[in-house]
């Protein structure tokens, strides 16, 4: 099982913050929200995706659904319980850290 909390915080210039209480863990770079999951024990992780990669990553995987309680147009959620691909979710994290990262302003990248 993929320890989400380490992938996250191992990208340059993430914070670990907890702007909706004690149970809510949420990852942020520049000010801007990656990726959200549970404080302890996580068991999906819910990121940002580009919205033409969206519908084939649900369709693809029965791990992947769109983004509970956000934009689902633009983000999805991510079941971290081992059943997909290796290193499919740390590239999944990577890649909404990238899109985010890649719509800040130039001072405010990592």
């Known amino acids: 099982m993929t ?6 915080l191992a990208l340059p210039g993430a ?6 209480g004690e ?16 404080a302890e024990s996580p068991t999906h ?3 940002k ?3 033409e990669e969206v519908t084939g990553l649900v369709e693809t995987y029965e791990s992947v659904t769109r983004g509970y ?14 059943a997909l691909p290796p290193g499919l979710v740390e590239e999944l994290v990577e890649d909404s ?4 990262v ?9």
């Open 97 to 100: 850290y990238d899109l985010v």
């Open 15 to 20: 914070a670990l913050t907890f702007p909706f």
């Open 45 to 47: 992780v819910t990121l």
């Open 69 to 82: 309680h956000m934009n689902k147009k633009h983000w999805i959620t991510v079941q971290v319980d081992g």
């Open 102 to 110: 890649d719509n800040l302003p130039a001072r405010d990248r990592p």
């Open 49 to 51: 995706a580009e919205p």
């Open 23 to 38: 149970e809510t863990a949420v990852f942020k770079v520049g000010g801007k929200v990656f990726a959200i999951t549970a």
């Open 3 to 8: 320890d989400v909390h380490a992938v996250c």
